[in-house]
């Protein structure tokens, strides 16, 4: 079975912002409904059969929504892949929920690891910037005692942020490795089941099965272990951050 991997273009993430789609007069005297509905699917685009019916019919042109529909269905048979949510969390990209009941287990298999993870990333260096805008203004000699106390208070708030930040890092990062674990073995236990395998290809097979399984116990006993502890600093931290605030 061909697998696909697709990265949404750029139209899509202008698409996303806009929250809605036009289509020009040329598109709609075309009438390619089912490539349109096609390139819709492939891109992970909401329906925009509603925006394209009320555009065409300025120019005259009645759309045909059924091959639209089933355009967009088949593209998402390439989007709503595994491997795409894959790339898509990489990526940090926004999932706007298209994906039908079919399809969305695999994709969201894919996408929410790694989306989590990613997701993270970007919130730590967002973090950073603001941590640096802060220490920044406190530079400058000429502020007024007031804002000097603000802006160690935002600073000392933001780092609190960062540490949190951090730690989710932490936890995305071992579930995304428990993740590529699961995914390894899954694979492996398919290969096992094959009857064409050589002795010495399922003793390796099995002794790599062994090794993911050691690996995937170490992983749970350190994430018990460090949520237990970070519950307790979590408590502390809220009692500090309240002192903070006021």
Request: hydrophobic share 30%; charged share 30%.
């Amino acid at each position: 079975m061909q697998k696909y991997y697709i990265v949404p273009l750029v139209t899509f993430l202008l698409g996303s912002l806009s929250g809605c789609a036009s289509i020009s007069q040329e598109e709609c005297l075309l009438g390619d409904w089912y490539q349109l509905g096609l390139a819709d699917g492939q891109d992970g685009k909401k329906n925009y059969a509603a925006d394209y019916k009320k555009d065409c019919s300025e120019y005259k042109v009645k759309m045909d929504i059924k091959a639209y529909n089933q355009g967009r269905d088949e593209g998402l048979k390439a989007y709503c892949t595994y491997e795409n949510g894959v790339s898509l969390g990489q990526l940090n990209q926004t999932y706007n929920y298209v994906c039908p009941a079919g399809l969305s287990d695999a994709f969201l298999f894919g996408y929410r690891p790694y989306h989590n993870l990613a997701s993270a990333e970007a919130e730590r260096e967002n973090i950073e910037e603001r941590m640096d805008r802060y220490r920044d203004l406190l530079r400058d000699e000429e502020i007024s005692k007031s804002d000097r106390k603000e802006y160690r208070r935002s600073l000392k708030v933001a780092k609190r942020d960062f540490s949190q930040a951090e730690i989710k890092i932490k936890k995305y990062g071992k579930e995304l490795e428990l993740h590529k674990i699961s995914v390894e073995k899954a694979k492996i236990t398919k290969q096992l089941a094959s009857p064409h395998l050589s002795t010495s290809q399922r003793i390796k097979l099995r002794e790599r099965l062994d090794s993911l399984t050691q690996q995937e116990s170490v992983y749970k006993s350190l994430s018990y272990v460090e949520n237990t502890l970070q519950g307790i600093k979590d408590i502390a931290d809220m009692f500090e951050y309240e002192s903070v605030s006021y």
